[in-house]
């Protein structure tokens, strides 16, 4: 069992920057793979990076590809997603998630564990 707590979301002008953290309890993170998902208002929730258990290998949307990075720190056991650039876009609900397995970690079905949220909001 893992829980995690999201957190530094807030509200940025547009072109600023966020670090959101993800703070795991339970099992280590060296164990999972992590990505973070983002919930905007009337729309599905989507996939925005991932990292695997090794921390090698990197995935990220299209749509934040080369502004916002993705890192972990089986340590601290934490995972931080950089975002650079913040568009209003951005703005959501932007989740934590870890997975068992690196089958599928750009859709939501492939995660095991979920944070409760942390809201982002970038305005114009």
């Known amino acids: 069992q893992v829980q995690l707590v999201e957190s530094g979301g807030g509200l940025v002008q547009a072109g600023g920057s966020l670090r959101l953290s993800c703070a795991a309890a339970?099992?280590?993170?060296?164990?999972?793979?992590t990505g973070w998902f983002r919930q905007a208002p009337g729309k599905e929730r989507e996939f925005v990076a991932a990292?695997?258990?090794?921390?090698?290998?990197?995935f990220y949307a299209d749509s934040v590809k080369g502004r916002f990075t993705i890192s972990s720190d089986n340590a601290k056991n934490t995972a931080t997603l950089q975002m650079n650039s913040l568009r209003p876009e951005d703005t959501a609900v932007y989740y934590c998630?870890?997975?068992?397995?690196?089958?599928?970690?750009?859709?939501?079905?492939?995660?095991?564990?979920w944070g409760q949220g942390t809201q982002v909001t970038v305005s114009s």
């Open positions: 339970g099992r280590t993170f060296n164990t999972y793979a």
């Open positions: 990292i695997t258990r090794s921390g090698r290998s990197t």
């Open positions: 998630a870890a997975a068992t397995s690196s089958s599928w970690l750009a859709t939501t079905s492939g995660y095991d564990y």
